[in-house]
């Protein structure tokens, strides 16, 4: 069965701080990863993907996530974050490698990010 | 590129009644997926079609939950005889078939309240 843990139900930053949001998962055979970002009262939104290749996967709003295979973590970065990143983020990941279930995101509980001024 | 779009954003209704829910997905995708998510929770997966073909339920899908996609464009979901448990969000989802890879894109969910 696959699994994804998010540790940190709030990470709290200050405005112009990285930020880090953690997550590991735990698959039977290769990974998809992905980050979304939800907001009030909206569906998710996709931030990025790790398919295959460079470790270091460049998104959407400028949020960047490193897969470590062997910590089995794919954490969301920011160098710089904004008020306006205040959201809720979740990771989600696919088992390639099972074909009965090939389709199905697994998601984290989600992480509150809060950003202050 | 519209986006996937979900009707009706809330509903409430009385325990035991017949709630449907529909979603249009972006025109090009053909996957569709729904997922349910309840308050401090990720959303968890319930089924999905590739065009008119249901290809996978969830045992979250109990017997009172149908979900349809006739023609392979828009696709509702049923829940017979609401129960307080259901209450929750439920999401819809589309992408385009090119081997997995691609993400789901998300609409704004159906927010059922059961009083």
């Known amino acids: 069965a696959q699994s994804v843990a998010q540790p940190e139900d709030q990470v709290n930053v200050a405005e112009g701080n990285p930020l880090t949001v953690k997550c590991t998962y735990s698959v039977s055979g290769n990974p998809y990863l992905f980050w979304y970002v939800q907001y009030p009262n909206r569906g998710l939104q996709f931030l990025l993907k790790?398919?295959?290749?460079?470790?270091l996967v460049k998104g959407s709003y400028g949020f960047e996530a490193e897969f470590n295979k062997s910590q089995t973590s794919f954490h969301l970065k920011k160098p710089s974050a904004l008020v306006s990143d205040s959201a809720l983020y979740f990771c989600a990941v696919r088992d390639i490698s099972n074909t009965g279930t090939a389709s199905k995101l697994t998601f984290g509980t989600g992480t509150r990010l809060q950003v202050t001024l | 590129d519209t986006g996937v779009s979900q009707d009706p954003r809330h509903k409430i209704t009385k325990r035991g009644q017949n709630v449907t829910f529909r979603c249009d997905p972006i025109s090009e995708h053909n996957r569709l997926y729904w997922y349910r998510q309840t308050l401090g929770q990720g959303p968890e997966f319930l089924t999905y079609f590739q065009n008119e073909a249901q290809l996978e339920k969830s045992r979250l899908l109990s017997d009172r939950f149908s979900a349809e996609r006739p023609k392979g464009s828009f696709s509702t979901l049923e829940i017979q005889r609401t129960e307080q448990g259901d209450s929750a969000m439920y999401l819809c989802?589309?992408?385009?078939?090119?081997?997995?890879?691609?993400?789901?894109?998300f609409g704004d969910g159906t927010r059922l309240s059961i009083l």
């Open positions: 790790y398919i295959t290749g460079d470790n």
């Open positions: 989802a589309s992408s385009l078939w090119t081997g997995d890879n691609q993400p789901q894109h």
